[in-house]
């Protein structure tokens, strides 16, 4: 059986499938889809199903057509797109492990090898490139020649994700064990905060890494400032502005305008009828939209602002949603 991994649009108030960018391959899987920081771009995925091991990677525009498709050498492990669609690769070959960053077009920009570190995670901005590495150690390289910039020991016993940058990657972000919430600069700053009650590791970061979001409806600033704005088992989503987020809990998606002092709720969306659960989101730029992929694995689009469900799209992989848009 052959895979096919289409790419949908959504342009109020419905999905459709044209332009048609698809895949029809025999020789690969789908791995995964992860949109760049600022949602201008998705990169998807793919492995070799035959030997020797290789990596295919199609990285998906605002508008729904292709940027570029090309296969890599290697085993996939870790990936990141930034917002030009250069994708960073932690890949393997053999016994040797390689950090490799696709240009814009997808050629091989530059390649570092790393067979001496163990790779935890990595992210991508559009100046710098981050490996998070097992013992709590960040390394930033130039996005522009693989050089290396900056190490940091972060003096955490270890690092967890997901892992995130902000736009141009001079911040990371990630868990730094026990629940909290790790903020690295390129130049060396490290932040460490430990939320109440076990909150959990961060879901989403803004452009500019100044808050995350994390589970149980918690929010955590880069410069200390802690929100929480739910409850138990719920989750929250940062919009990349910064300037809001949405909760989801209790068959419903609740909008929120942050800021560094408290929140305010703006708007309460039900799901659509027979959708329950939420296996994986993404909210807007500017927090009008959301997009929900439910139990049933059906990715639904909501308008916040308006308070509204408006269309919906089965998706048989029932993969991660993810959005790239300018609202």
Avoid at 195 to 200: F, I, M, T, V, Y
């Amino acid at each position: 059986m052959a895979l096919k991994v289409k790419s949908f649009v959504f342009e109020d108030p419905n999905f459709h499938d044209t332009p048609t960018v698809e895949n029809e391959e025999v020789a690969y899987q789908f791995i995964d889809q992860r949109r760049s920081p600022m949602q201008k771009k998705i990169a998807v995925i793919m492995k070799s199903t035959t030997s020797p091991p290789g990596t295919r990677v199609k990285v998906i525009k605002e508008d729904g057509t292709e940027q570029y498709e090309v296969d890599v050498d290697g085993d996939p492990n870790k990936w990141a797109v930034n917002d030009y669609g250069e994708v960073l690769l932690y890949v393997t070959h053999d016994s040797t492990k390689e950090l490799k960053l696709l240009a814009a077009t997808g050629d091989v920009k530059w390649t570092v090898d790393v067979s001496d570190l163990s790779i935890r995670g990595v992210a991508v901005g559009t100046s710098y490139a981050i490996a998070f590495i097992s013992g709590a150690t960040l390394r930033f390289y130039s996005t522009a020649n693989g050089n290396l910039v900056k190490e940091v020991s972060t003096g955490r016993p270890e690092v967890y994700g997901p892992y995130f940058c902000s736009h141009d990657g001079y911040w990371a972000v990630c868990d730094g064990q026990d629940y909290t919430t790790l903020f690295v600069s390129v130049d060396g700053d490290v932040y460490c905060y430990d939320p109440p009650d076990n909150r959990g590791a961060p879901r989403t970061t803004d452009a500019y890494a100044s808050v995350v979001g994390t589970a149980k409806g918690y929010l955590v600033f880069r410069t200390g400032e802690m929100v929480e704005i739910g409850t138990g088992d719920d989750f929250v989503w940062v919009a990349p502005s910064g300037d809001c987020a949405m909760l989801i809990r209790e068959q419903k998606i609740e909008l929120y305008s942050i800021w560094r002092a408290g929140f305010a709720k703006m708007t309460e969306t039900p799901f659509a009828a027979d959708q329950t659960g939420c296996i994986s989101a993404d909210i807007s730029f500017y927090g009008k939209y959301a997009l929900i992929l439910h139990n049933t694995c059906d990715v639904c689009v909501y308008d916040l602002k308006a308070q509204e469900y408006k269309d919906s799209v089965h998706n048989a992989l029932c993969s991660r949603a993810v959005m790239v848009c300018a609202d």
